[in-house]
């Protein structure tokens, strides 16, 4: 698949949260200021988790017929990397960008989205341009996803929904119409537009 | 999630919406269900009589990565037995059998056992917490799968072993196969999040 296919795959079709559950609960992080960091985070925390998952999985794992082992070296060796690197990121400037990336990249490294996105790009027929491409656009996917869902989140607290459907019931519910909408680009769709 | 003065547990799933992802995606059987929720309870439980003890063995810095790291081996492990028991069943919950060492009940263990509060205002034990809150999960697990089987293909998988899991058709086509999408999950599980909130008010106590 192009890179144009891999993008729009990846980002609606295939999207983190609507397609694989990844995440948190959807909707329930009030998306503010920090949004824009935020993006940036899970855009780089996924790209470094998946380029090394890619580099054990298919260059040291894979040949030896050890594929299946990769996650245990990711939790080993690329999470406290990873921690390391966010940790560093945020003590290093006290009030900047990159101090509020460094702070949510921490959050975010041990999770189900940076695993599962990792593990699937790893684990995918991808060459590692593709894998990087493909887990960076999964972030960004995931980040455009939460923020819809918080939006919609907003607006469903003002709205006179049944006691029982008020809160986490009708997030639900909405995040499972958008997902709907965001199947619409399938693979099939994307093919026949990126080639 | 935590105990209540009256002894009430709230449901994990429906309650604290813990471990909800693979739910959504992958547990689109009876049998799906029940394999991964057992697995999410064996890595829960199994972290939670672990990790105390390593805690007088193993320096303070090294126990975050440490406890990963068998979260991380305990999944596996659990992924090859059930890869053995059933290659099908292992297939179709695909990798979301290895992100069971990050699920949501493994991370609340873990947390739990790094906390220095014992479990529960009555002071009961971790390990009990936490197998009140796997068990309540892996029934969730299956109710989910049991309900989104029967209601959207019509039949039934059972979590037998082999290669093909005994399968009971009720009717022969599918009503309503829009439920076994992940867009299916996320309506279907907020519908049982509201029906909880109904039945838990219903008896006088708070759904979360």
Request: charged share 10%; glycine share 12%; hydrophobic share 55%.
């Amino acid at each position: 698949m192009s890179y144009l296919g891999i993008v729009v795959g990846t980002a609606f079709a295939s999207n983190a949260l609507l397609s694989y559950g990844f995440g948190s609960v959807p909707g329930n992080k009030a998306e503010g200021g920090g949004a824009f960091a935020s993006a940036i985070a899970l855009a780089c925390v996924n790209a470094l988790a998946s380029a090394f998952l890619w580099g054990v999985h298919n260059i040291f794992l894979g040949p030896l017929g050890l594929g299946s082992l990769d996650i245990v070296f990711f939790s080993l060796l690329a999470v406290p990397l990873l921690k390391f690197l966010s940790r560093a990121a945020a003590e290093g400037e006290s009030q900047g960008l990159l101090a509020r990336v460094g702070a949510e990249a921490d959050d975010l490294v041990v999770g189900s989205l940076v695993f599962g996105i990792a593990l699937l790009v790893s684990r995918g027929a991808y060459s590692l341009p593709e894998a990087l491409v493909a887990s960076l656009v999964s972030g960004l996917g995931y980040w455009l996803a939460t923020v819809l869902l918080g939006a919609l989140r907003s607006r469903l607290e003002l709205s006179d929904l049944p006691a029982p459907f008020k809160g986490s019931p009708a997030m639900l519910i909405s995040a499972g119409l958008m997902a709907l909408a965001f199947m619409g680009l399938d693979a099939a769709f994307v093919k026949s537009l990126a080639g | 999630m935590s105990e209540g003065r009256d002894g009430f547990v709230p449901n994990p799933v429906l309650a604290g919406l813990v471990g909800v992802c693979p739910l959504i995606a992958v547990s689109r059987s009876l049998a799906e269900g029940v394999i991964y929720g057992l697995g999410a309870a064996f890595c829960a439980i199994a972290l939670g009589a672990v990790i105390p003890p390593l805690k007088g063995i193993v320096a303070d810095r090294l126990q975050a990565p440490i406890s990963l790291a068998l979260s991380t081996a305990l999944a596996l492990a659990y992924a090859l037995c059930a890869g053995l028991y059933s290659p099908t069943l292992a297939a179709s919950l695909w990798i979301y059998l290895p992100l069971l060492a990050v699920s949501g009940l493994s991370l609340g263990a873990l947390r739990r056992c790094s906390s220095r509060e014992r479990y529960g205002p009555d002071g009961k034990s971790r390990l009990g917490g936490i197998c009140v809150e796997s068990i309540m999960f892996l029934v969730t697990a299956a109710f989910i799968g049991a309900l989104r089987e029967t209601v959207g293909l019509g039949s039934l998988t059972l979590p037998t072993p082999g290669l093909r899991p005994t399968r009971i058709e009720f009717i022969g086509i599918a009503p309503l196969s829009f439920l076994l999408t992940p867009s299916g999950g996320f309506i279907l599980l907020g519908f049982l999040v509201a029906a909880y909130k109904i039945i838990v008010r219903a008896g006088g106590r708070k759904a979360s």
